[in-house]
């Protein structure tokens, strides 16, 4: 009867050991989901055709609510530390979520003319890059791989940075 007890009760630490290295906990789900954007104002001289000063200001717009959604986070997680505050993997999933949502709404963006295409296809290459960095350091926060978020943090200044450079035309 004492051994089964103490089977029981090392099980039990074994459990807790694991989940709190490696193992998600509930409640974080493995993809956000984004909701549509608003589509962008069409153009008075032409019908139906997307404003290219709409298409601009919604793509500074983002690329500036990326950069200013990184500071907040930074602002509260300062240092390449993965947080044991019960707080932090909340905010950094809500944070990661804002940011992978509002870059594939860029994403969606279609130059409105043929001479901003090269622009448009600079723009979500860097935006993909964002995208798939910002996915990986979720992921790792979800899982506790304090590598992973590392890593993240070494480079996300630098994907950010990139969406912001390529706003500008």
Known sequence: ??????????LAVIALAATACGTPASGIPEEPVCATPAPLPTSRATPGTVSVQAYFSRIRNGAGALYTAREVLRAKYAEDTFYRREEFRPDFVAYADETICAARGLRELSAPIETLGEFDQKFDVALDAL???????????RMRNVSDYREWFAGVDEKISAVVATSRR
């Open 1 to 10: 009867m004492i051994g089964r007890g103490i089977g029981a009760a090392a």
């Open 131 to 141: 995208i798939e960095h910002t996915i990986a350091g979720r992921e790792a926060v």
